[in-house]
Structure formats: C-alpha cells, structure tokens
C-alpha cells in the first residue's frame, strides 16, 4: 500500500458521491452522530455492535462479518471508503478489520468527519437504502494481529509502540480523559514500549501528517524499522490508526495492532508493567 | 468504549470523589455552539482527548490533577485556548468564547 492507495481527501468522497463502485461507510463509537447527520450515501457500522462478539471479548467470525456486509450491500468488488469521528480511530479500526477479513479495495478518508464538518461540507440525515449483495470474506489475516503470548515475548526484542497519551504511558490516567477514569486494570505500559500518541501523526484537523514527518517521529523515538512492530493502545483502535500510519503510509513490512491493549495487558496476572514516562528494561 | 459523545461522558453513576471533571461551555456571539471540536492537552501540551459539544455547547472530559490546556476548534473561528487545573474530586468550570475568523 502507500498514501495514494490507502487515503482519499473529502474532494475525491464529493466526486465520487454517485460512483457506484464506492461504498462509503462511516464508523462511530457514538452512532448517533451517523443519525442526526452522514456524507450522503454512507453505511453505518457500529464498531461494537457490529465489529464485536456479543458474548466474548473478540472480534465478529468470518460468517458474521459476511452476513454484516452483505447486509450493508457490500460485495467483494466494491471499495470501501472509511470514515468516521474521534480522528478516524474507529475508521482506522474498521480499515484494519477489513484488511484482515481480506478486502482488496479499502481506503481511508484523511481527516475523517472532523475535517469535513470544519469544511462545512454538506451532510444528511437521509437514510441510505443499498439493495443487499453477497459477500465472501478471505479467512482472518493472523500476520497483523497480535495477541497477549506474542506481545510478552516482544518485550526487548521487538518495536512495543505505545501509541495513548504520555498521562495514560506513565499510569497516571488510565482511560483517555473523554471518558471516566476506570480502575480494573494497573496503570502503566509495556516495559520497552515507546511513547508515540497517535495523536502526534495527525495534525489537529485529523489529517495524517507527511511521509517525510512520519518516518521522523518514530524513528525519534526509538522505533527501529529493521524490526517487526506491535501497536497497542487501551482498546485497539488508537493503536490501529497508528497501524495504519506504519503499515499502510510507510509500507512497513511486519506491523501487528495488538487489540487486547491495556484492557488486556494491565489484568494480566504476573507479566511485568513499567510505570512512568521512561520505557523501562526488559 | 473508546469514542467521544456529544458533550463528553454523562455523570450518572461516575462517583465524583474519584474524578478531576473539566467541563463548560463553547458559545460564540453569546449563543452556545454545538459540534465544536474541543481538545484537552497536557501540561506538555500533548493532545489527551477531544470531544464534539453537544446542542447546547456543552464539553466535559476526566482528567487527572494538574494543568491542562481547552482548546476548541470550529468552521469559520480561530481555535480559543484556555488554561485550566483540575483537582481529583472537584469540577473545573472553563468556557471557551470563539471568534469569526
């Protein structure tokens, strides 16, 4: 992949707002936001509802997320183009998701709908009506998916990117500070994990900021791109839109989101967490 | 859950004595804005969270004892910044005025 594949600007989603190769799809935590208001013609998908197991922390199995598009009318040939609020966390997740069910053509809209509300682009509470199409998913693509056994067996040996906030890296906060502080997991990190907030790839109108500035950052801080890379953040999706950043937009080889995250990682009995703004040894 | 509700999280059920609230209202020309972009940052100056603002220009967020920095972000104003400290069992009330560019 690269920036051309992977990402489309909101003058390419008006162009293409009657294209009917494109399905756009837009993907919230807060689904009202798709109700009250949507770029014409998008589908909504429910991150959790949608994306998630009902009973189980996991994801949606390969039949569910057929039926879930074909419901949508969405078939293998289309591309799907992605986006959403929160600076396109959830958008990213969905991206990623896609990829690992095996989508061939997805793409991400850069600046998500913050951009587009700050443009005062046109929006919708129109419903869309698509006509339901038949869709066959590839089998879950493991090579960008981590799990817990993978990740303790990184620390020290891998890149461990810890992409949430320098207050959630360091214990201090445990949740992002839109949303309570909860208190079921340890705060802290994966000792070795760098700090780089998904925030400081984006600019504050939710773009991806440049190749050249991207490449920079990580390398900063310590990111070593002759290694296989693990993103986590506290849930998946911060983490995936950073697995977007390094797998998609550089192109690198080995990147996995790890999307048990802190939730997970912070519960476990007996691994090793480091607290503070320093990486911490293995 | 990991997204941003209009207006920030809601208090029902949040024990209070637990939390550092920074919260308040975004209005421009006297009238309160809705689906502004408000953003919390850190001492650092380090983006922490954003949240959308409800019909009535309302904000909240969760934050940690300390000094943060409110910024809110909407179409046709310049981005206001107000500083802000927040103290674990206490509301801190900033409202963010914006000006037409």
């Known amino acids: ?37 949507h770029i014409r013609g998008a589908v909504k998908l429910d991150w959790k509802q949608d994306l998630q197991d009902p009973v189980r922390r996991d994801f949606v199995n390969k039949a569910q997320f057929e039926h879930l598009l074909s419901s949508r009318g969405i078939g293998n040939d289309h591309t799907v183009v992605l986006y959403g609020g929160n600076n396109n966390w959830f958008a990213a997740y969905a991206y990623w998701y896609f990829k690992l069910y095996g989508h061939e053509q997805v793409k991400l809209v850069d600046g998500g709908r913050k951009k587009w509300e700050l443009e ?4 919708t509470d129109q419903a869309t009506e698509r006509p ?4 066959t998913a590839q089998e879950p ?35 992002p500070a839109h949303l309570p502080q909860e208190s079921a997991q340890r705060g802290g990190h994966i000792p070795t994990a760098a700090s780089v907030p998904w925030s400081k790839a984006a600019n504050e109108d939710g773009t991806f900021r440049s190749d ?20 986590y953040c506290r849930i998946g999706e911060r983490s995936a839109h950073t697995w977007f950043v390094l797998h998609e937009l550089l192109e690198q080889a080995n990147v996995k989101n790890y999307d048990g995250s802190w939730t997970e990682y912070g519960s476990l009995v007996g691994v090793p967490v480091a607290v503070g703004d320093e990486p911490g040894a293995a | 859950m ?23 209202v975004v209005t421009r020309a006297g009238e309160p804005v809705g689906g502004a972009y408000v953003r919390l940052l850190d001492r650092t100056g380090e983006f922490t969270a954003e949240v959308p603002t409800s019909a009535t220009g309302q904000f909240r967020f969760f934050a940690a004892e300390g000094d943060w920095t409110v910024r809110a972000l909407a179409p046709q104003a310049v981005p206001a910044d107000r500083v802000v400290v927040a103290r674990t069992g206490g509301v801190a009330e900033v409202d963010l005025v914006l000006d037409a560019i």
């Open chain 1, 1 to 37: 992949m690269s920036r051309s594949a992977a990402l489309v600007d909101p003058d390419w989603v008006e162009q293409h707002l009657d294209d009917d190769a494109v399905v756009l799809v837009e993907v919230d935590e807060d689904t009202t936001a798709y109700d009250k208001a």
């Open chain 1, 120 to 123: 005062s682009r046109e929006l």
């Open chain 1, 132 to 135: 339901a199409a038949s869709y």
């Open chain 1, 141 to 175: 693509d493991t090579s960008i998916r981590a799990f817990r056994d993978e990740v303790v067996t990184a620390i020290g040996s891998l890149n461990l990117v810890d992409v949430r906030s320098p207050d959630e890296y360091a214990g201090r906060l445990l949740a």
């Open chain 1, 212 to 231: 050249d500035e991207l490449q920079r950052l990580y390398s900063d801080a310590g990111v070593d791109f002759g290694k296989d890379t693990i993103a």
């Open chain 2, 2 to 24: 990991c997204g941003a509700t209009a207006g920030g999280p809601s208090l029902d059920g949040v024990d209070l004595k637990q939390q550092a609230v920074i919260q308040g």
